[in-house]
């Protein structure tokens, strides 16, 4: 388990709410940032803050020597809404302890888990008074809104920022216990779309069956997007997806989450999902369209017989290599443009893109990674896997950057991470720790 002290800052770094997506918690960005840029002096490192046109950026650097690697650790101090407040079991900044695990919005994702790379780092810069690699760590403050600043500051500071490879621990173990190396990610592509009919809300009695009705509208060109095995109808969508390696699909049979796990997590009767696939390369390696929001017309208590003005929902489509999320934006367009009748009119607003990443596992400093879990959990071969979510910037990275990213997380899954009770267990920021110092000298090794 941290020290009390560790502990305490723990809970101190959870306590900002540093929502990016909302400017009502501006200050606590700010602050939060401040708070960070101070803890990473105290512990030896040359700290500072980036102002963006956006939230801030924190920079920090360990002693740099000649002929050593150079390693960029990627983190993000912001964190999502904490709607519907109502589920939560206690107030979302106001950080509680039970049985070891810590409650609280941006536990695992990701204050938790890049807190404790800071830990990792302060105790090697206390036992040893230097670092095995040239260590540049950036924090930044809208990886939850899509990181739109970041490439830029990337681009202008490409030179000082130039590094062997990237570490970001900002995504699961696949089980309790179970080392874990993520070789890829999906990318993402959004898009909301409102459908208006009527200028104001119509008499569904008296105007019903000659305006038609926006959220009918809407519900059938949803309904359009998948055919009967689940399968995304829009033309070209998977022209260019990339197909499973055969060593993936025989490696993914014999990890510990299955079926009955995935139904514990989720709480749903059952799953299902895109025909021909099991359920971890559908979360994995194959590309969705996933409906995020829907509304239209009246949503109160009893009935209100209206005949809706407008309907609008949000979509996400999850991507992967080799798709182009401006390639499925205008995919989608095209879809909605010719498939809405002209008693309606069309609106969509396209949102943040993030592209699709894999790396090598086997090669390179991805053997490196591997080492150091095997270290960290003596006698256990690490999971390989891909992870279904989205982290835009590691494509940057490898863009702009020229380096490959190594994705170590150690959160858990039934974490709750962008959902109420989100958790972090305690005892993993030793874990965190131990594999930051581990990996460093594996890093410079190899």
Not at 92 to 111: C, H, L, M, Q
Not at 286 to 298: C, D, L, M, Q, S
Not at 415 to 432: I, K, M, Q, R, V
Request: hydrophobic share 40%; charged share 25%; aromatic share 6%.
């Amino acid at each position: 388990m941290p020290t009390d002290h560790a502990r305490d800052q723990f809970l101190d770094f959870l306590r900002f709410g540093s929502i990016s997506t909302d400017s009502k918690y501006q200050e606590q960005i700010e602050a939060c940032s401040e708070w960070l840029k101070g803890k990473l002096t105290n512990i030896g490192l040359t700290a500072e803050i980036h102002q963006t046109p956006g939230h801030p950026i924190v920079l920090a650097r360990g002693p740099k020597k000649e002929g050593r690697p150079t390693v960029l650790i990627y983190g993000h101090y912001d964190v999502q809404p904490v709607d519907p407040l109502d589920l939560w079991h206690r107030p979302p900044f106001n950080p509680g302890i039970e049985n070891g695990i810590v409650t609280a919005r941006g536990a695992s994702d990701n204050k938790g888990q890049i807190f404790a790379h800071i830990l990792g780092i302060e105790e090697t810069l206390k036992e040893k008074g230097d670092l095995p690699v040239n260590l540049i760590l950036l924090i930044e403050g809208e990886e939850e809104i899509g990181s739109p600043h970041l490439a830029p500051f990337l681009d202008a500071h490409r030179e000082e920022l130039a590094c062997d490879v990237v570490a970001i621990s900002d995504s699961s173990m696949i089980a309790p216990g179970h080392p874990t190396f993520t070789y890829g990610l999906r990318g993402l592509a959004a898009v909301e779309v409102t459908i208006t009919g009527p200028d104001h809300d119509l008499h569904s009695g008296v105007f019903g069956g000659a305006v038609e009705n926006p959220a009918t509208v809407l519900a059938r060109l949803i309904a359009g997007l998948h055919d009967k095995n689940l399968k995304v109808k829009l033309d070209g969508f998977y022209e260019e997806v990339r197909p499973l390696a055969p060593w993936e699909r025989r490696a993914w049979k014999h990890l510990p989450l299955r079926e009955p796990e995935l139904l514990k997590m989720t709480g749903a009767p059952a799953l299902r999902g895109e025909k021909g696939f099991t359920p971890l390369e559908r979360m994995w390696a194959r590309p969705t369209a996933e409906v995020n929001g829907i509304g239209g017309g009246y949503q109160g208590e009893g009935t209100k017989t209206v005949l809706p003005s407008r309907a609008m929902a949000k979509f996400t489509f999850r991507l992967v290599p080799d798709q182009d999320p401006t390639k499925i934006i205008a995919m989608v367009e095209d879809y909605f443009r010719k498939n809405a009748p002209s008693s309606v009119r069309l609106e969509l607003k396209p949102g943040h893109c993030g592209e699709p990443y894999l790396v090598d596992p086997n090669a390179g400093f991805g053997m490196a990674a591997q080492k150091a879990l095997k270290k960290l959990f003596p006698g256990q071969k690490p999971a390989l896997i891909r992870e279904g979510g989205t982290i835009p910037i590691v494509a940057e990275f490898k863009s702009i950057l020229k380096a490959d990213t190594l994705l170590l997380g150690f959160c858990l899954p039934d974490c709750n991470a962008h959902s109420p009770n989100e958790t972090f267990p305690l005892a993993h920021l030793d874990l965190g720790a131990k594999l930051n110092r581990h990996l460093l000298e594996e890093i410079a090794a190899a």
